[in-house]
C-alpha cells in the first residue's frame, strides 16, 4: 500500500493549491483518510479528514479556507487550500485507514501515510 502525495509548491499569501493522494496497492477497503501538516519546529497537527461516505472534519481555525474531498473511484483524497497565508506553511502528509489482504489472504488494518508535500506561502 502506497500513498504518493503531491501537489504543492511555492505561492504567494491569498493564493491557491490543490493537493492530491491517490493511495495504490491491493486495498480491499478505505475507511477514513485525511491530512496533517507539520510546520518546522512544530507539532504535526490535524488539518481535515473525511469518512468513506464524506463526512469531513477540519480543524477549527483552518473551517472556511480548506475544502477536503475525495474520489472513492480512484482511491484518492484531495486537499484545496484557498487564501493561504505564510502561517499555512508547512509539509503535508496524507493518510489513509486501509484494510488490505496478505498473500495469506490474512486480513490486515492499517493507517498508512504518504511521504509529505511541501508548502511554501510567502507574504
Known amino acids: 500500500v502506497q500513498l504518493q502525495a503531491s501537489g504543492g509548491g511555492s505561492v504567494q499569501s491569498g493564493g491557491s493549491l490543490r493537493l492530491s493522494c491517490p493511495v495504490s496497492g491491493r486495498v480491499s477497503r478505505i475507511d477514513n483518510m485525511g491530512w496533517y501538516r507539520q510546520a518546522p519546529g512544530k507539532q504535526r497537527e490535524l488539518v481535515a479528514t473525511?469518512?468513506?461516505?464524506?463526512?469531513?472534519n477540519y480543524a477549527e481555525s483552518l473551517k472556511g479556507r480548506f475544502t477536503i474531498s475525495r474520489d472513492n473511484a480512484k482511491n484518492t483524497v484531495y486537499l484545496q487550500m484557498n487564501s493561504l497565508k505564510p502561517e499555512d506553511t508547512a509539509n503535508y502528509y496524507c493518510?489513509?485507514?486501509?484494510?488490505?489482504?496478505?498473500?495469506?489472504?490474512?486480513?490486515?488494518?492499517?493507517?498508512?501515510w504518504g511521504q509529505g508535500t511541501q508548502v511554501t506561502v510567502s507574504s
Open positions: 493518510y489513509a485507514d486501509v484494510l488490505y489482504y496478505t498473500d495469506y489472504d490474512e486480513p490486515v488494518a492499517m493507517k498508512a
Open positions: 473525511i469518512t468513506s461516505n464524506g463526512i469531513t
